[in-house]
């Protein structure tokens, strides 16, 4: 089967949201959180689309230049249609760290793609781009992405500046230019792309503020591709949602299907390293509803001491083992102290191993962008595929691993920060239920 779609997450949470937005339309997908090997591959023979999650997002720009040319070159031998590089859409980013302007250049380079199509609202998640300004909803308000209560403020990548092509210039020298929202009202959205790119424009950015405006940016994208060489396009959810609206009103795509709800479970297991306020009242949530909860010590799990290894250990045992829904967490909101990043979210990562495999719990709900990226990857799963809807952004997902390791058919929700509403912990053990 042809692949209409390939995507490289730079983390595993934003990963999970796209593979969310491709299976609810009718888009069979697999996201492979390793290389796969052709076995690996042939297993899924029948997929339209194909992800690969990664880490890029807290990752060094040498980090990338070392990386990234393989994954991309990898995914141009799969010759799909259209290639994304999905970033999350609050566009978080810093010249040394997670840049989205030297993955730019190196996926324009492997792709020879001319103009690259640059798609960050998604609508559906609360993220709008108007003029080229990033816009960002929080507790029912729309704040420009600098002055976000938590994204101005983020503990690794604040963002300080809500002019994408402003804030790309410090990551970049190629040239950013914009397709705004009066070409697309006026449908002249192709016309403008294609003199930004006559003008010597690398990349575009586009204009996004609701579900209309995203189908054009999808075709538009859609229209770029040729056919011996796929098109290299940098984007959120939204972008992805663009284009399967834009599949679907030309036949590519069968008509919508009712979906998939996930089932409810007995017993969960959350883990968080999010800084986050969003996930902070989610935990205070699950605390006053008779979860398990208990903080860890974060900077004793990243410096790995063996004492605060064990007291961790010791906690999440007890509360299991008693039949709790059990919530670990390294912080409500903004950390008091210093911040930690990989280190921490390797110890979670095995942390959650030893506990998955002394109690047995079949549903996990993983916490914080980077951090989740992190753990996820101790467990050493060959790929997850989506089995039911819970809230935008954060699907439940099935794991796919090796046999042997007891984790083939877990359930896991791989959560970022600002995503979910209050409850959504209740959500994701109750699934379409209640």
């Not at 990963?15 to 899924?44: I, K």
């Not at 989506?386 to 794991?399: E, K, T, V």
């Not at 007891?406 to 994701?428: M, R």
Request: aromatic share 6%; with cysteine; hydrophobic share 40%.
């Amino acid at each position: 089967m042809a692949l209409l779609y390939c995507y490289y997450g730079d983390d595993f949470t934003g990963s999970t949201d796209v593979l969310e937005q491709l299976a609810v339309n009718g888009v069979s997908s697999v996201l492979f959180l390793t290389t796969p090997s052709q076995a690996q591959l042939a297993r899924f023979a029948d997929c339209q689309a194909i992800g690969f999650a990664g880490d890029a997002r807290s990752q060094t720009p040498e980090w990338m230049s070392s990386h990234l040319p393989g994954i991309f070159t990898r995914m141009l031998e799969l010759n799909p249609a259209v290639v994304q590089y999905k970033v999350c859409s609050t566009f978080d980013s810093a010249p040394h760290r997670g840049s989205i302007g030297r993955a730019l250049e190196i996926g324009r380079t492997v792709f020879a793609t001319r103009t690259v199509p640059i798609g960050v609202a998604a609508p559906q998640l609360g993220r709008f781009v108007v003029f080229g300004h990033l816009y960002a909803a929080a507790g029912g308000e729309v704040y420009r992405i600098d002055r976000h209560p938590t994204m101005a403020h983020h503990p690794a990548t604040p963002m300080h500046e809500a002019d994408l092509r402003l804030h790309l210039s410090s990551q970049t020298d190629l040239s950013i230019g914009l397709v705004d929202l009066r070409a697309f009202q006026t449908l002249q959205d192709r016309q403008d792309f294609s003199r930004q790119a006559s003008s010597g424009a690398a990349a575009t950015l586009l204009d996004g503020i609701d579900v209309a405006m995203l189908q054009q940016a999808g075709k538009l994208v859609w229209d770029l591709k040729e056919d011996s060489q796929p098109v290299f396009t940098i984007g959120s959810s939204g972008l992805t949602a663009g284009l399967v609206a834009h599949w679907r009103s030309t036949g590519i795509l069968a008509p919508a299907r009712p979906a998939v709800t996930a089932a409810a479970t007995d017993r969960i297991l959350i883990i968080s390293g999010s800084c986050s306020a969003v996930t902070g009242q989610q935990i205070q949530w699950a605390r006053s509803h008779g979860y398990g909860c208990a903080e860890l010590d974060a900077a004793g799990l990243a410096s790995g001491n063996p004492q605060a290894r064990e007291t961790a250990l010791r906690l999440g045992l007890q509360s299991l083992e008693s039949g709790c829904d059990t919530a670990l967490y390294t912080a409500l909101g903004k950390p008091s102290g210093a911040t930690h990043d990989q280190s921490l979210g390797v110890a979670l990562g095995r942390l959650l191993l030893e506990l998955l495999q002394q109690t047995g719990v079949g549903r996990i709900v993983l916490c914080g962008g980077d951090t989740a990226s992190h753990a996820v990857q101790q467990l050493n799963l060959t790929a997850i595929t989506f089995a039911g809807a819970l809230a935008p952004g954060a699907p439940l997902c099935r794991a796919h691993a090796e046999e042997g390791t007891g984790l083939d058919g877990l359930e896991l929700v791989l959560k970022g920060g600002q995503i979910g509403p209050e409850d959504f912990f209740d959500i994701a053990r109750r699934g379409g239920a209640g």
